[in-house]
């Protein structure tokens, strides 16, 4: 029995760097010039050139560009977007709206997140014994500190120092690996009667399109549920 194709799929550009076999999951595959551009894998620009089936270019309209930008910036994910990204977004949007109607997108997402931003990195340690930071509010506190520290940078000094916090050893690189981690059979399903979907690999990508109520397909075709991210953080310099 031959697999169900989905209608209309947008690609975006980590579908061609994964070599996903579009003509295997869509009818019709969508992107844009832009997605195209962002390319600089040479041997998959030379690849996209003979493709087994027909790329299909739209741009979105400016209304459905403006939703989803306003649509990520309430889920968090904004970012996280390219411009380019924020059109395949758009796009798909797009096609949902012609092929099956909008009776079942959502508006507003189901967790809104506040995106704010502070001068010191929050995990920076503050309140904790042997960790000082000196007031520029009293100007006693900071005589006090010139004279006890005539170097004037008391962020030199041994009464500041502390152990590093520890790395991130091997077995647990090893159970982040981005490109090792796998889907839970929970994570996902077969797309049977999904006429439009996007398939891309971005995780940020993916939680919008699920919380407005599109389809994201995986690079095997199958409807992803849900978006997870994973992050690896140096605890030393916070990248």
Same mark, same amino acid.
């Given at each position: 029995?031959?697999?169900?194709?989905?209608?209309?799929?947008?690609?975006?550009?980590?579908?061609?760097?994964?070599?996903?076999?579009?003509?295997?999951?869509?009818?019709?595959?969508?992107?844009?010039?832009?997605?195209?551009?962002?390319?600089?894998?040479?041997?998959?620009?030379?690849?996209?050139?003979?493709?087994?089936?027909?790329?299909?270019?739209?741009?979105? #309209? $400016? +209304?459905?560009?403006?939703? &989803?930008?306003? /649509?990520?910036?309430?889920?968090?994910?904004?970012? %996280?977007? =390219?411009?380019?990204?924020?059109?395949?977004?758009?796009?798909?949007?797009?096609?949902?709206?012609?092929?099956?109607?909008?009776?079942?997108?959502?508006?507003?997402?189901?967790?809104?997140?506040?995106?704010?931003?502070?001068?010191? #990195? $929050? +995990?920076?340690?503050?309140? &904790?014994?042997? /960790?000082?930071?000196?007031?520029?509010?009293?100007? %006693?506190? =900071?005589?006090?500190?010139?004279?006890?520290?005539?170097?004037?940078?008391?962020?030199?000094?041994?009464?500041?120092?502390?152990?590093?916090?520890?790395?991130?050893?091997?077995?647990?690189?090893?159970?982040?690996?981005?490109?090792?981690?796998?889907?839970?059979?929970?994570?996902?399903?077969?797309?049977?009667?999904?006429?439009?979907?996007?398939?891309?690999?971005?995780?940020?990508?993916?939680?919008?399109?699920?919380?407005?109520?599109?389809?994201?397909?995986?690079?095997?075709?199958?409807?992803?549920?849900?978006?997870?991210?994973?992050?690896?953080?140096?605890?030393?310099?916070?990248?």
């Amino acid at each position: 029995m031959a697999p169900t194709l989905v209608a209309h799929v947008v690609a975006d550009a980590g579908a061609f760097l994964k070599k996903a076999p579009l003509q295997e999951i869509g009818s019709t595959i969508y992107t844009l010039k832009d997605v195209v551009d962002e390319i600089r894998d040479k041997p998959t620009r030379r690849s996209l050139a003979f493709l087994p089936y027909q790329l299909t270019f739209r741009e979105p #309209h $400016p +209304e459905h560009i403006r939703h &989803v930008t306003e /649509f990520s910036k309430k889920t968090g994910d904004y970012p %996280s977007l =390219s411009a380019t990204d924020i059109k395949v977004l758009a796009l798909t949007y797009q096609l949902e709206l012609e092929h099956v109607g909008s009776k079942h997108l959502k508006k507003e997402p189901e967790v809104k997140v506040n995106v704010h931003s502070t001068q010191r #990195h $929050p +995990e920076t340690p503050v309140n &904790v014994a042997g /960790f000082f930071l000196p007031s520029r509010e009293k100007s %006693s506190e =900071s005589v006090g500190v010139r004279q006890k520290f005539p170097d004037g940078d008391p962020f030199n000094s041994f009464q500041f120092w502390r152990p590093a916090l520890p790395t991130v050893d091997k077995e647990l690189l090893q159970l982040l690996n981005l490109d090792d981690v796998k889907m839970d059979s929970s994570d996902w399903t077969a797309p049977a009667e999904v006429t439009v979907g996007c398939l891309t690999t971005d995780f940020a990508m993916q939680n919008v399109l699920i919380q407005i109520g599109l389809h994201v397909l995986s690079v095997n075709g199958m409807l992803i549920k849900q978006a997870r991210n994973y992050i690896l953080r140096c605890h030393a310099c916070f990248k």
